[in-house]
């Protein structure tokens, strides 16, 4: 796609959720998508390459959860995989500092190299479980927000995020249509954790049907020392 065609698109998609991205927004988000695509080809990273699905699917979802985020936050992006959303969150808010959590080494190289060719300040991509990354008593309980897309279910999820968040902090989760069962069966686990629900926001990506769903968990008391457990038990066997 050309950069004229692709400006248009995603100002145009930006201004439907209320963002006003300027020039510099625009390219960087422009090589953003051609990184993607010039790495998928090598490792895998995304199955959407289509370049209006990528602007829609991958950078407007992202960027949905922004007014969330007070200005000079410190985020984490829990299984970011290609960068989502933290990535996109850096380029439209410079002011927040981010970490981009991932389990796979070359998820993590292509990671640094989308930082170093779109200029990016005060954001790093870190190769850890979070598992092991969440006991860490310099990260753990140190960030204003959490957040994950399309990572695990919101019993699992909660054991991830909650743990790296400071009392009075948020986790959020990106969530796809479906998510009534979820949040049902949810409910215990966030409670252990030292969670609560405090906000469930159900809207559709502009100009389409696609249904999304942003939990906001604040986090309300310290979490117990042994959470998250071992690697692996959470997804494994999910608090109930």
Same mark, same amino acid.
């Given at each position: 796609?050309?950069?004229?065609?692709?400006?248009? &698109?995603?100002?145009?998609?930006? &201004?439907?959720?209320?963002?006003?991205?300027?020039?510099?927004?625009?390219?960087?988000?422009? *090589?953003?998508?051609?990184?993607?695509?010039?790495?998928?080809?090598?490792?895998?990273?995304?199955?959407?390459?289509?370049?209006?699905?990528?602007?829609?699917?991958?950078?407007?979802?992202? *960027?949905?959860?922004?007014?969330?985020?007070?200005?000079?936050?410190?985020?984490?992006?829990?299984?970011?995989?290609?960068? =989502?959303?933290?990535?996109?969150?850096?380029?439209?808010?410079?002011?927040? !500092?981010?970490?981009?959590?991932?389990?796979?080494?070359?998820? *993590?190289?292509?990671?640094?190299?989308?930082?170093?060719?779109?200029?990016? @300040? &005060? *954001?790093?991509?870190?190769?850890?479980?979070?598992?092991?990354?969440?006991?860490? &008593?310099?990260?753990?309980?140190? =960030?204003?927000?959490?957040?994950?897309?399309?990572?695990?279910?919101? @019993?699992?999820?909660?054991?991830?995020?909650?743990?790296?968040?400071?009392?009075?902090?948020?986790?959020?989760?990106?969530?796809?249509?479906?998510?009534?069962?979820?949040?049902?069966?949810?409910?215990?686990?966030?409670?252990?954790?030292?969670?609560?629900? !405090?906000?469930? !926001?159900?809207?559709?990506?502009?100009?389409?049907?696609?249904?999304?769903?942003?939990?906001?968990?604040?986090?309300?008391?310290?979490?117990?020392?042994?959470?998250?457990?071992?690697?692996?038990?959470?997804?494994?066997?999910?608090?109930?």
């Amino acid at each position: 796609m050309l950069k004229e065609e692709f400006a248009k &698109k995603i100002e145009k998609l930006a &201004k439907q959720i209320n963002i006003m991205l300027n020039e510099k927004q625009i390219e960087q988000f422009y *090589i953003y998508m051609n990184l993607l695509l010039e790495w998928n080809e090598k490792i895998n990273l995304t199955a959407i390459t289509d370049p209006d699905e990528i602007i829609l699917k991958h950078f407007i979802d992202s *960027i949905t959860i922004a007014k969330y985020i007070d200005k000079d936050a410190k985020l984490i992006d829990v299984g970011t995989g290609a960068g =989502f959303p933290g990535i996109p969150l850096k380029i439209i808010r410079n002011d927040l !500092e981010v970490v981009l959590l991932d389990s796979l080494q070359k998820r *993590i190289n292509f990671l640094q190299e989308t930082i170093n060719k779109l200029n990016l @300040s &005060k *954001i790093t991509a870190r190769h850890f479980r979070v598992e092991e990354y969440a006991r860490n &008593k310099e990260q753990r309980e140190k =960030f204003d927000y959490a957040t994950s897309r399309a990572v695990a279910n919101l @019993s699992t999820l909660s054991e991830y995020l909650i743990p790296l968040v400071k009392i009075r902090g948020y986790c959020i989760c990106m969530k796809g249509s479906e998510i009534q069962e979820e949040i049902k069966q949810s409910q215990k686990a966030i409670s252990i954790l030292g969670g609560t629900i !405090e906000n469930i !926001e159900k809207f559709y990506l502009p100009q389409s049907d696609i249904t999304r769903n942003i939990i906001l968990i604040k986090k309300e008391k310290i979490t117990p020392n042994k959470y998250p457990r071992k690697p692996g038990m959470p997804a494994k066997e999910p608090l109930k």
